[in-house]
Protein backbone atom coordinates (compact mmCIF):
# COMPACT_ATOMS: atom_id res chain seq x y z
CA UNK A 1 0.00 0.00 0.00
CA UNK A 2 1.31 3.40 -1.25
CA UNK A 3 -1.22 6.40 -0.83
CA UNK A 4 0.22 10.47 -0.88
CA UNK A 5 -1.36 13.36 -0.58
CA UNK A 6 -0.21 17.16 -1.50
CA UNK A 7 -2.01 20.11 -0.09
CA UNK A 8 -0.33 23.52 0.23
CA UNK A 9 1.12 25.26 3.05
CA UNK A 10 -2.54 26.43 3.96
CA UNK A 11 -3.79 25.93 7.37
CA UNK A 12 -7.27 25.59 5.77
CA UNK A 13 -5.89 22.54 4.29
CA UNK A 14 -5.42 20.70 7.55
CA UNK A 15 -8.87 19.08 6.91
CA UNK A 16 -7.94 17.45 3.66
CA UNK A 17 -5.64 15.75 6.06
CA UNK A 18 -7.61 14.47 8.70
CA UNK A 19 -9.92 12.55 5.59
CA UNK A 20 -6.59 11.16 4.21
CA UNK A 21 -5.56 9.90 7.68
CA UNK A 22 -9.41 8.68 8.47
CA UNK A 23 -9.58 6.77 5.30
CA UNK A 24 -6.08 4.91 5.54
CA UNK A 25 -7.15 3.99 9.11
CA UNK A 26 -10.54 2.33 7.63
CA UNK A 27 -8.64 0.26 4.88
CA UNK A 28 -6.23 -0.79 7.34
CA UNK A 29 -8.82 -1.82 10.05
CA UNK A 30 -7.36 0.95 12.62
CA UNK A 31 -8.67 1.04 15.96
CA UNK A 32 -10.04 4.77 15.81
CA UNK A 33 -8.43 5.94 19.18
CA UNK A 34 -5.12 5.04 17.02
CA UNK A 35 -6.17 7.26 13.72
CA UNK A 36 -7.43 10.09 15.87
CA UNK A 37 -3.69 10.01 17.49
CA UNK A 38 -2.40 9.44 14.02
CA UNK A 39 -4.19 12.58 12.85
CA UNK A 40 -3.23 14.68 16.18
CA UNK A 41 0.53 14.34 15.55
CA UNK A 42 0.38 14.73 11.51
CA UNK A 43 -1.78 17.88 12.26
CA UNK A 44 0.91 19.01 14.60
CA UNK A 45 3.99 18.40 12.38
CA UNK A 46 1.82 19.86 9.09
CA UNK A 47 0.72 23.17 10.95
CA UNK A 48 4.23 23.55 12.57
CA UNK A 49 5.37 23.46 8.84
CA UNK A 50 2.59 25.61 7.54
CA UNK A 51 3.16 28.83 10.16
CA UNK A 52 7.33 28.34 10.48
CA UNK A 53 9.11 26.62 7.33
CA UNK A 54 7.49 29.15 4.93
CA UNK A 55 7.31 32.60 7.01
CA UNK A 56 6.21 34.36 4.19
CA UNK A 57 5.30 32.11 0.92
CA UNK A 58 2.11 30.80 0.11
CA UNK A 59 0.79 28.10 -2.47
CA UNK A 60 3.72 25.82 -1.76
CA UNK A 61 3.10 21.90 -1.76
CA UNK A 62 4.08 19.63 1.61
CA UNK A 63 3.57 16.07 0.61
CA UNK A 64 2.35 13.49 3.12
CA UNK A 65 3.35 9.79 1.67
CA UNK A 66 1.91 6.66 3.34
CA UNK A 67 3.04 3.23 3.05
CA UNK A 68 3.21 -0.30 4.31
CA UNK A 69 6.26 -1.64 5.69
CA UNK A 70 6.09 -5.33 6.50
CA UNK A 71 3.19 -4.94 9.05
CA UNK A 72 3.70 -1.30 10.22
CA UNK A 73 2.59 2.54 8.45
CA UNK A 74 5.24 4.37 8.06
CA UNK A 75 4.36 8.04 6.83
CA UNK A 76 6.81 10.91 5.49
CA UNK A 77 6.13 14.44 5.23
CA UNK A 78 8.03 16.51 3.15
CA UNK A 79 8.26 19.91 1.89
CA UNK A 80 10.99 22.12 0.89
CA UNK A 81 10.25 25.41 3.72
CA UNK A 82 12.58 26.21 6.03
CA UNK A 83 14.56 23.18 7.91
CA UNK A 84 13.55 22.64 11.19
CA UNK A 85 15.92 22.78 13.49
CA UNK A 86 16.85 20.51 16.55
CA UNK A 87 19.01 21.11 19.43
CA UNK A 88 18.35 17.68 21.01
CA UNK A 89 18.80 14.23 19.98
CA UNK A 90 15.17 13.46 18.83
CA UNK A 91 15.86 9.62 20.05
CA UNK A 92 16.54 10.32 23.80
CA UNK A 93 13.58 10.17 25.78
CA UNK A 94 11.20 13.68 26.22
CA UNK A 95 10.97 13.70 29.44
CA UNK A 96 14.42 14.14 30.34
CA UNK A 97 13.78 17.86 29.39
CA UNK A 98 12.67 19.80 31.60
CA UNK A 99 12.30 23.06 29.52
CA UNK A 100 12.26 23.80 25.66
CA UNK A 101 13.21 26.68 24.31
CA UNK A 102 13.71 25.76 20.43
CA UNK A 103 10.20 25.53 18.76
CA UNK A 104 11.71 22.35 16.89
CA UNK A 105 12.26 20.54 19.69
CA UNK A 106 9.26 21.28 20.95
CA UNK A 107 7.04 20.09 17.97
CA UNK A 108 9.23 16.86 18.03
CA UNK A 109 8.56 16.34 21.93
CA UNK A 110 4.90 16.67 21.55
CA UNK A 111 4.84 14.18 18.38
CA UNK A 112 7.04 11.52 20.04
CA UNK A 113 4.67 11.79 23.20
CA UNK A 114 1.15 11.59 21.10
CA UNK A 115 3.16 8.68 19.46
CA UNK A 116 4.75 6.25 22.22
CA UNK A 117 1.48 6.28 24.38
CA UNK A 118 -0.47 5.54 21.19
CA UNK A 119 1.03 2.80 19.77
CA UNK A 120 3.72 0.28 20.37
CA UNK A 121 6.24 1.36 18.19
CA UNK A 122 8.49 4.35 18.55
CA UNK A 123 8.39 7.03 16.78
CA UNK A 124 11.68 8.11 15.01
CA UNK A 125 13.31 10.87 12.63
CA UNK A 126 15.32 10.54 9.60
Do not use: C
Not at 31 to 58: G, Q, W
Amino acid sequence: MNKELIIKNDIAEISRLEEFVEQIGDEQGLDMALVMNLNLALEEAISNIILYAYPEKMGEDISIQVSKVNNALLFTISDYGVELYLTIDPEVDFLLYEYVSNIGDLVLLIIKQIMNKATQYRFQVH
